[in-house]
């Protein structure tokens, strides 16, 4: 049946989306109202929206649901912050009482405080307070970095290709679109 004066369909709502109200993203069609945070339920636009699979987060809400976790990641200098995003509707994942250990390791201590895990930069052992998750995988503050430049790393500011971090700069150099209009042709910057 032909859609008479209409247009497309709001991925929220599901409702009718005329052009003078439509926000397009990732060829979806929402109408202002609707261009919502899934979590926290704030109003989006083009510098603030985070996209996982089918839905849509603010960059914070998005870093806390899906960014690196672990030492280094709190609100300022020194702190630790255990919030997790309950608040705001996010699931905190459902944690063992007890793991056996695989370690081949048999200290006790390093049984005890997680001697197991191994750095994906370094390989040497991570142990949880110094920590961070970035592209499944456990990794040091320190090694924590982008493979190209060697720029450290944060949650907002890590993209991941093939199980390396990079910085969003190198990333897109190495790995975006090229051509006229992506940052190629006059004008663009040039990092020598």
């Known amino acids: 049946m032909p859609n008479w004066g209409g247009g497309n369909k709001c991925s929220a709502c599901r409702g009718t989306v005329y052009h003078a109200e439509e926000v397009q993203c990732d060829g979806k ?8 945070c899934m979590v926290c339920r704030k109003g989006l636009d083009s510098t603030t929206v ?3 699979d089918q839905e849509i987060y603010c960059k914070s809400c998005y870093g806390k649901k899906y960014g690196p976790k672990g030492y280094g990641y709190g609100q300022g ?35 005890k405080f997680g001697g197991s895990d191994k750095c994906a930069r370094c390989g040497d052992s ?12 456990p990794w040091h503050k320190n090694c924590f970095r982008c493979a190209k430049c060697g720029k450290s790393l944060e949650s907002t500011t890590q993209t991941e290709k093939d199980g390396e971090i990079y910085c969003k700069a190198c990333y ?13 042709g006059a004008g663009a910057l040039v990092h020598a």
């Not at 200098?77 to 063992?96: H, V």
Request: proline share 7%; aromatic share 10%; with cysteine.
């Open 172 to 184: 897109a150099k190495n790995f975006g679109p090229k051509g006229f209009g992506y940052g190629q």
């Open 77 to 111: 200098a020194g702190t630790l912050n255990m919030d997790r995003g309950e608040r705001l509707g996010i699931k905190p994942e459902q944690t063992q009482t007890h793991r056996p250990t695989t370690n081949p390791n048999p200290s006790k201590f390093a049984q």
């Open 29 to 36: 069609s929402f109408h202002k109202c609707c261009f919502l």
């Open 50 to 52: 985070a996209i996982h």
């Open 126 to 137: 991570v142990y949880a307070a110094e920590k961070i998750m970035g592209a499944g995988k």
